[in-house]
T-cell receptor, first 116, second 111 residues
Framework: DGGITQSPKYLFRKEGQNVTLSCEQNLNHDAMYWYRQDPGQGLRLIYYSQIVNDFQKGDIAEGYSVSREKKESFPLTVTSAQKNPTAFYLCASSIDLAGGPYNEQFFGPGTRLTVL | QKEVEQNSGPLSVPEGAIASLNCTYSDRVSQSFFWYRQYSGKSPELIMS????GDKEDGRFTAQLNKASQYVSLLIRDSQPSDSATYLC???????????FGTGTRLQVFP
């Protein structure tokens, strides 16, 4: 089955801890994205990447870090510097970053992070 | 002005009716338009893509695009209670690397 997997589904973090959210895709997509969704709000872009070992900040990158060591994987670390990390985190991928049909984005099932 | 605007709803329609969801966007050079359905607690699911002016039909769904007026709409015919969800509009252009999402319209279909 082709698709995007995210783990864990639920994650609880104590204040001051760093946590890493996993995202893997076997769609052979070049581009991958991380979004954050808060209740009643739209999707906000955290980071995105088009190729291995390269990534760009999105609109709300502060307090987050990413890596892209493999085409299939794009993990997100929520650091202790992120002041309000409780949210639903969504990973997505697309064939390409370019406009037009190549940037149809497909989402993983999400990780719900709660700070205790 | 928000880049992609949607009425938050809820839009309530009876079962069997046509639900009409609207989205306006501000970037005139936008080229790609998408509708996602998001059930409560779940991730968004792509249901329609449209790139040219006019209508595009897929089953009970029809996407309509009017670039001159900068709006895109989604019609759901024969609405079912299972269509009750939040519908997100997303817009992309060759000028940017990313999609811009609206905040979504919540649709409620009642029996």
């Amino acid at each position: 089955d082709g698709g995007i997997t995210q783990s864990p589904k639920y994650l609880f973090r104590k204040e001051g801890q760093n946590v890493t959210l996993s995202c893997e895709q076997n769609l052979n997509h070049d581009a991958m994205y991380w979004y954050r969704q808060d209740p009643g709000q739209g999707l906000r872009l955290i980071y995105y990447s088009q190729i291995v070992n390269d990534f760009q900040k999105g609109d709300i990158a502060e307090g987050y870090s990413v890596s892209r060591e493999k085409k299939e994987s794009f993990p997100l670390t929520v650091t202790s510097a992120q002041k309000n990390p409780t949210a639903f985190y969504l990973c997505a991928s697309s064939i390409d970053l370019a406009g037009g049909p190549y940037n149809e984005q497909f989402f993983g099932p999400g990780t719900r992070l709660t700070v205790l | 002005q928000k880049e992609v605007e949607q009425n938050s709803g809820p839009l309530s329609v009876p079962e069997g009716a046509i639900a009409s969801l609207n989205c306006t966007y501000s970037d005139r050079v936008s080229q790609s338009f998408f509708w996602y359905r998001q059930y409560s607690g779940k991730s968004p699911e792509l249901i329609m893509s449209i790139y040219s002016n006019g209508d595009k039909e897929d089953g009970r769904f029809t996407a309509q695009l009017n670039k001159a007026s900068q709006y895109v709409s989604l019609l759901i015919r024969d609405s079912q209670p299972s269509d009750s969800a939040t519908y997100l509009c997303a817009v992309g252009s060759y000028n940017t690397d990313k999609l811009i999402f609206g905040t979504g319209t919540r649709l409620q279909v009642f029996p």
